[in-house]
Every structure is written in C-alpha cells, then in structure tokens.
C-alpha cells in the first residue's frame, strides 16, 4: 500500500530539517541563517490589497525558487506557470513593511497606493517538493564567493572595475544589486591589486585564471569570473562576454545591446547555473 498523504509530508519535512542540521553541523557548512533565507523572498508591491498580494506571491515565488535552485531556468520548466497561478498556496507566512515609513500619508499618496515590502516565508518541504515536481533540487551547500575581474571599455577610457576605484562606482553597486537576489557573494578586487596585476589584466577575456589569483587567494575557495564590458553604439548598449572556470571545464557566454544592470544579471545568473550544477548559461 502506498503511504497516507501526511506521512509522505512528515518524512518529507523530516528530511529536510536532518538536511538542514548536518548543513550547519559540518565545517565550512551553511549556517541557519543562511539556509533560512534561501527559503524566504522579498517583492515590492503597491498597498496590502489581496489584488496586489496576489501579484507579490508571484514575484516572491519566481525569486525564491531560482535563488534556491540556482537555476533561472527554472521558471521555464513545465509545470512553472501552473505552479505560479497558486503562488499563495506555497507561502507559510508573509508580512510587509511600509517603504514609506514615518512619512505621512497625504493627497498623492493614499493607502492603496503606498509601496510596501512583501516577504514571504516558504517550509523547505514545501519548496522542496515544489523544486523536484519541477525537475530541480535545492541548492544547499556552501556558496562561493565569486572574484571579478572586469574590463570596461566606454566611449572615452578603459579600465579594470575595481571596489576602490573612482571610475564607476555605481558599476560596482549594480554588481551586488545582481547578485544579491542568486544569495551569492561577489568581490572585485582592489585598486593596488588591479595595478600589480596590469599585464595579466590586458589579455582579458582570454587570461587564464591562475594568472589573477595568488596561491592564497585560490586556498581561499573564490571562484573566477572574467570578463570584458564594452560600449557599442551599433548595438546601443554593452556588449559583455564572460568566462569561468568550473569542474574541470571552461564555460563561456555573452550578452549584447542591455545595459550595464542587465550585464550584471547575466554574469550572476550564468555564474549561479554553473556552481549549482544545473548547466551552462
């Protein structure tokens, strides 16, 4: 006989917290922290309407199983669109925080319309079930942090994207704006290190990555992310190509014609498909 539907749930459910247990016990393991916000997701949504409720659960669906999965593939899958028409069903909890707060409510901006957090909650044996329905699994080990090494090239200067530079700052606020959502961590390097580094630097995308990492650096678990970002006026926007290095094999992909944000995105989204196993960008 086939078990009852709740002792599927229960042994479900216990697996996931025993999942979740030996995570935070092993070394170098995630902590709960960190597992606990794989399962929970932010949209920004206009008033607490059910109406607008309804669009946030969609959103806050669509973001937690990417980040969880890694894959943004995912919302490509049969089976996804049917899953978001009942996004609400999946959450656990939810709550908002007015964006608004401490200012008060006048003419232009009633109620209805002021902009709120949304967060939603999700059981891991909920999305879990979810993700193998969908042919995914989550993605629960440690996450690496990614090293950047960017070469931009605009209409007037070239240079090495760097956390300290004064070139384009706000470059390296977009890089963390995209991959924040992936829960993943990137870091570019700093200016002296960018300057030491000059020669192997100018052979960027081709540079082989043990010519940008110290003995140490690697020790440390980053992962390399090269590329080059170039202005083209034919394309009207960025031109960007990456490459990265993982299990034994060479992955490369670009984008053209998207903004610098969407540069970004396509980097951290590549970048999380690979490390998650889930396949080429």
Known sequence: MRPAAGKLNRKRATAAALAVALLCLAGGGAGAADIDALYRSDAIVTGTGEANREVGFRECLREVLVKLSGDPAITEAPGFAAAEARAGSFVSAFSYRDRLEGIPIHDE??????????????????????????????????????????????????????RDGSESPYMADSLQAAAEPLALSAVLPDAATVTARKSALDTLPQADPAQLFSPAAQADGDVPLIGTLVWSDAARGWIAQWQMDAGGRRYRWQVSGVSFDDAFRNAMRGAARILSGSGAP
Do not use: E
């Open 109 to 162: 901006q009633g109620t209805h319309d002021r902009p709120h957090d949304l967060t939603c909650r999700y059981r891991p044996a909920t999305l879990d079930s979810l993700l193998a329905d969908l042919g995914r699994k989550p993605w629960l080990s440690p996450r690496l942090r990614i090293a950047v090494w960017l070469a931009v090239k605009d209409q007037k200067r070239r240079f090495v994207l760097a």
